[in-house]
C-alpha cells in the first residue's frame, strides 16, 4: 500500500483502468431539427483522438495548480466519473498528483468509480467557470453527485478554493490558443445546452 493511501483507496487505484483505445460513441447531433436527428443513425464518434488531448488538459493543469491535487488527500486516488447527460461520452477523471488521468468512455458504459458527477454540458460548464454556486446546482438537482461523500467534499473545497476557475485553466492548456478555446466551450455549452 502506497504511504498516506487508505484501504478504500488502495482498491480504488486498482480498480482504474486505462482508455479503451478503440471506443466509439455514438452522436446525435444537436445543431439539426430534434425531427430530424432522430430519424438519422447515430454517428460514430471515435474516443481514441480525444484520450491525448484529455491527458494534455488535466497534466497541464495538475502542472499549473499541484495545490488543488493535493489538497484532495486520499481523495486523489478516487475515481470520479463525469456523466456529461446530453452528450455521448462521460469522463473518467483519477486526480493522481503523481499521474493524473482523465479520459473519455462511450455512454453506457460500465465503469468502476468512486464518485459519480452528472449533469447536462451547460450546467457543468457552469460550476467549472465559476459562474453558478456550486451548493445551488447540487440542491437545484441540476447537477448530481453520488458515491463517496469524503471525496465529494474534498474536490468541492479543492474547487472553490481556486483563485480562477477550471474552465479557464482548460483554454490555458492550449496555450496561444486559450482565448479561441475558452470561446468554444462558452458556444459549445450555449448550443447543447
Known sequence: MVPGMT????????RFAEPPLFAVARWRPGLLPASLARRLP???LPLAPLQPVLNHVVRSIAHRRPRLFERLGDAAACTFLIDVLNTPIMLCLRPDPRRPQLYAVPRGAQVPHDVRIAGRFADIFRLLDSEADSDALFFSRSIVVEGNTEAIVALRNAIDDLDGTLAQDIAEAFGPLAPAVRLALKEISRVIG
Not at 484501504?7 to 486498482?14: D, K, P
Request: zero cysteines.
Open 42 to 44: 447515430p454517428l460514430p
Open 7 to 14: 484501504q478504500a483507496s488502495t482498491q480504488s487505484a486498482r
